[in-house]
């Protein structure tokens, strides 16, 4: 560069330093840094993640989908092979390959723009853009596009064929011609395609469609308008041959289609009545080869509509349901009674099972309520396997063997209410006969079959041991005692019994028993033959390595011990994780694939076994998918996701430790802006929930709250975050936050780059109860956001959860609220650990949300505690979002929480100026007309 400036005259050398200072301002990573900005409301909508990914089963092509958080996301078809292009395809979706890999198929969704557009023209969503389906030659990267598609299918296996559905333009007037007694049934243009293949099979007027799961043969339902002597038909068609039978042509409804494995045998349920009708019949029919079929009738029951049919895996059994036949009430069948003089009331018995807002949260599924019957079909005979008394029948994943499982809680179900650790009776149920035998009462856990159908299975929550019943025998096994590893929860502080740290499955044939140790896993020989084996030879214990078996086929239901194992790993004091392999015999130390200070997840493996695909995060870099083969010898980057994030500032986060009141040790997470300064001090965030110290290395994208402080939002705005960890003891919820927050906020404060006079704290629903507490006890905190905060323990005690029905009780006497006994038991309890008998002592600006359709926190307790701050003359806010849940839901209402949240925070912590929604409010005759963002002028 010297030697440059020196061939030019004296006049152009300070337009070349100019120069010079501006072009290291832009390559030079130090200066580049001056020119970020923080992050804003307005980037949240262009966010990006991965949605999917996916491997071709050769492992040559990946398929990864990138969705926006609002806007028309992408996809990537990558080749394995370096050297290969690969392609973006705008908007594409349900990406998804050929059985050869040699194609791509999706679908191509209209522009979200678009969209708007005609809703912001009113427009009729009838005559929006459709969808377009893609079909892409992997080999020759030749593309197809067919527009007007509304969906597409393909089997389940072997996917060589592939079928998509074309909206008929003529849908309008079809329904003005239609049949009074059949459904008004949207119909389409049926396309049946061969992968390659140029020629099309097309069907009109189809209703409902389905492959088998071969992909051999497909059915399919046809509706003719105008006819009124013909109902639907049900056609099935054989894709090799193109050869193509009507199995019935006499019904109106058909629901439930459904092959056997090998596609030789086809069942569905019929009717001849329309789903407008109030009483509905429906029969079982089923059809092997050629025209023959056969309707299937159960003595005295109805069959259910409700209930999916499934052959076993063999193909031997059918199972379907039945349910009790519709009683009759005289006073409901009354015509002599008006609408408006039926009385309509809700009776709440001491008796019931369930509570009344139980029941009526659970009243549709009460009317579809079902009970499962088989068809044995070499033998042409019928069989009812379960009844009201039974309980709820559970069978093997492939229904193939003799035994099932029946769990009834009826006789303890008057208990839930307080108690949601109640038993159920186990017992084992003859596939062959149906008869009924008991095997153990009031087990509490949650008993499963196991794959082979040996064994019923089961943690007992009551003696945190893995147990089981060989339900030929009905040998009682206790799988796990004797073991020397801790098989519950040890981090369990809540006054009920702990849960499990999981099981990772059986083996073939249920010959081992898999199960997660603290750290370890181990391999249980449930016969007892053989000594149980530690799959991770004891590293995961003597390292603080917790170790996981990842499953790399979900469609295969037990565990292949011939094949090496992967497993995931995080270091408990580190949090660095990674995935490892290991075999079946358990002397050697699980290896190393990919191992840091990092979130891997993911994990996929190609059906060839030869290529992986992972995706790899910190708190700084968003979830990009990583390509491994070898296994992991080599690993490189598909996706650079969110580039925009390199010119904003953003942050770090780093595990911090500190000692609480009680003088243990606690873990908690500190996020630092970017370019930290230890020497200026900064304003900080405390936000918490329970413990968060495991996800350090987990990416925080930024999106618009949905209840809580976006981390990375604050991060970048020039805050620090504190989330420390907390640990309870029974009965001081309250006090147990108290105690670890606060000695955490006062280590933060002592690292000298805190500025003690601001800082805020802010927590939603349980996090929200805590901050709710926390602010009666100190002055620390200079502004206080509360979520869904419970205040007053005693009424909440006696509310209703009404997202499910449920009474409060079992949350304060069992779970997360801790108090660990009743009302009458421990009424100081309740007292003391209720902010809302000490608001008298809160000075802390706080702002609270509460919506009127909260689910889990009734909204009163929100309401409760407003009002007692305003009647202490507290500066304090409360934001209501009609109809809105717990947890808000819409897009809209997320993005203005986002912004009072901020502006509020902002206003206490960083002095900046006082919203008008804070200093003036927003009366009723103004809601809906201004939102008050602006920012007063004083």
Known sequence: ?????????????????????????????????????????????????????????????????????????????????????????????????????????????????????????????????????????????????????????????????????????????????????????????????????????????????????????LFFVQNFPGNDQAASQLRLLDLESEKEITVLDSLVQYRHMVFSEDAGRFAFLGSRQSAKDSVEFFDLFYQEGGQQLLRKELANKTISEHYPLRFSKDGQKLFFGWKEPLRSYVYASDTSILDEERVSVDIWGWQDAEIQPMQLKNLEDKKEESFVAVYHIAEDRVLSIGDPNTGEVHFNPDYTTDWAIALNDRPYRKNYSWNIQIGKDLSRVSVKTGQVDLLAREVVGSPRISPGGRYAFWYSNPDSTWMAYVLKTKEEIALTTGLEDIFYDDLHDSPSFPGSNGHAGWSADDRYFLVNGKYDIWKIDPKGEEAPVNLSNGHGDVNQVRYRLIDLDPDVHFVDLDQKLVFSGMDMNTMESGFFIADACGRQDPEVLVFGAAAFDGLKRAENGSNYLYQKSTFSHPPDVYLATGPFKNSRQLTHINPQQEDILWGSAELVSYRVHDGDMMDGLLFKPENFDPEKKYPMMVYFYERSSTTLNRYRAPVPSASIINIPFFVSNGYLVFVPDIQYKIGLPGPSAYDCV?????????????????????????????????????????????????????????????????????????????????????????????????????????????????????????????????????????????????????????????????????????????????????????????????????
Request: aromatic share 12%; glycine share 8%; net charge neutral.
């Open 1 to 217: 560069m010297l030697k440059l400036i020196a061939l030019f005259p004296m006049r152009t050398k300070s337009f070349l330093f100019l120069f010079f200072i501006l072009f290291t301002a832009l390559v030079w990573p130090g200066h580049a840094q001056e020119h970020k900005r923080s992050l804003s409301h307005d980037d949240y909508d262009g966010w990006e993640s991965v949605s999917q990914t996916t491997l071709s089963p050769d492992g040559k092509w990946v398929g990864i989908e990138v969705s926006l958080q609002d806007g028309d996301g992408r996809a990537q078809l990558i080749p394995t092979s370096k050297g290969m292009s690969g392609i973006k395809v705008p908007r594409l979706k349900r990406l998804n390959f050929s059985e050869d890999s040699h194609w791509a198929i999706g679908l191509i969704t209209a522009e979200s723009d678009s969209i708007r557009l005609m809703k912001l023209k009113g427009i009729d969503k009838s005559e929006f853009p459709m969808d377009s389906l893609f079909v892409m030659d992997l080999e020759s990267k030749s593309i197809v596009k067919i527009p007007g598609v509304e969906n597409f299918q393909l089997p389940d296996e072997r996917k060589s064929w592939y079928a998509y559905e074309v909206r008929n333009d003529t849908t309008g007037s079809q329904k003005e011609e239609k049949n009074d007694n059949r459904d008004e049934e949207k119909t389409f243009t049926l396309h049946i395609e061969r992968f390659g293949k140029k020629r099309a099979i097309v069907r009109e007027n189809v209703s409902k469609y389905g492959f088998a799961p071969n992909g051999e043969r």
């Open 742 to 938: 606060v000695p955490g906020v006062q280590a933060m404060i002592a690292k000298g780059f805190v500025d003690p006079a601001n800082i805020g704290i802010q927590g939603q629903s349980w996090g929200g109860y805590q901050v709710a507490y926390i602010i009666t006890r100190t002055n620390m905190f200079k502004a206080a956001g509360a979520g869904a905060p419970v205040a007053n323990m005693t009424s909440a005690y006696g509310g209703i959860r009404w997202g499910s029905g449920m009474s409060r009780m079992f949350q304060y006497e069992q779970t997360q609220s801790r108090i660990g006994g009743t009302l009458w038991e421990k009424p100081m309890h309740y007292l003391e650990n209720s902010p809302l008998f000490y608001a008298d002592r809160i000075q802390t600006p706080t702002l609270i949300m509460h919506n009127d359709a909260d689910g889990a926190v009734p909204w009163y307790q929100g309401i409760e505690f407003f009002m007692a701050l305003k009647r202490n003359s507290v500066p304090s806010w409360l934001l209501v979002y009609n109809g809105e849940d717990h947890n808000l839901r819409e897009r809209k209402n997320k993005k203005d929480l986002s912004i009072r949240l901020s502006q509020f925070f902002d206003h206490y912590l960083k002095g900046a100026p006082e919203p008008l929604w804070m200093k003036e409010g927003i009366p009723a005759i103004e809601k809906g007309k201004t939102l008050k963002y602006e920012l007063s002028e004083e």
